[in-house]
C-alpha cells in the first residue's frame, strides 16, 4: 500500500512539473497574489476528479466516444491561442503587467473561467490523469486507491506550492523587463501547446 501510494505521488508529480499552460497561469497569479487559493484550489480537485475517473476505468468509455478528442483539441488549441495572443500584446505594451499586483485587477468569476479553461480544455490533461494514471494504477492490484490518493496529493503539494511560492519571486519582478519576458515565455508555451494540439 505504501509502495503504491509513493508511486502515485512520484509519478503524479513528475507530470504536471513541467511548465504548461495551467501551470504558467498559476504562476502568474501567485505572482500578482491575486485570487491563488481559489485558482490553486481548482486545479487540484480537476486533477483530483480525473485521476479518480481514470483509477474508476473511465479511460475505456472516453476510448469509445470518437467524437470527444477532435472538438477538445480544437476547442483547446483555439482557447489556448487567444490567451497566447493576449499574453504577447501584454509583454509588446508592458504597463499593467509591470507590478506584480497591476493595476488591472481580474475579477474572480474571470479568474476561474480561464482556469477551468486551461484545465479541461486541454486534452493533455485527461491522456495524464485519466489514461496513463489510471492504467499504471492497474498495476498496483488492490491498492489501486492508496496510488490515486498519492497522485492526488502531488497535485495538492504542487499547484499549492507553485500558486504561493511564487511570491518568493516577486523582488525580481519589480523589473519591468521580468514581467515582460514571463508574458513572453507564457505567449510561446501557450502558442507551442496550441500548435501541436491542432498539428496532432
Request: hydrophobic share 55%.
Amino acid at each position: 500500500m505504501h509502495a503504491a501510494l509513493i508511486s502515485g505521488f512520484l509519478l503524479g508529480l513528475s507530470l504536471i512539473v513541467a511548465i504548461g499552460a495551467q501551470n504558467a497561469f498559476i504562476l502568474r497569479q501567485g505572482l500578482r497574489r491575486e485570487h491563488v487559493f481559489p485558482l490553486v484550489l481548482t486545479c487540484a480537485l480537476s486533477d483530483a476528479l480525473l485521476i479518480a475517473l481514470g483509477v474508476a476505468g473511465f479511460a475505456t468509455v472516453l476510448a469509445s466516444l470518437d467524437w470527444l478528442e477532435p472538438v477538445m483539441r480544437y476547442c483547446g488549441a483555439a482557447f489556448l491561442l487567444a490567451y497566447a495572443l493576449r499574453s504577447f500584446w501584454s509583454a509588446w505594451r508592458g504597463g499593467n503587467a509591470l507590478s506584480p499586483r497591476g493595476t488591472e485587477h481580474t475579477s474572480l468569476a474571470a479568474s476561474l473561467t480561464t482556469c477551468l479553461a486551461l484545465t479541461w480544455l486541454n486534452p493533455h490533461v485527461y491522456l495524464d490523469t485519466v489514461v496513463l494514471l489510471g492504467s499504471i494504477s492497474t498495476r498496483h492490484g488492490g491498492h489501486e486507491t492508496a496510488f490515486a490518493l498519492g497522485a492526488m496529493t502531488a497535485s495538492f503539494v504542487f499547484f499549492f506550492s507553485l500558486g504561493y511560492g511564487a511570491r518568493l519571486l516577486a523582488p525580481l519582478f519589480s523589473q519591468p523587463i521580468s514581467w515582460r519576458l514571463l508574458d513572453l515565455l507564457i505567449g510561446i508555451v501557450m502558442t507551442t501547446i496550441g500548435v501541436s494540439l491542432v498539428l496532432e
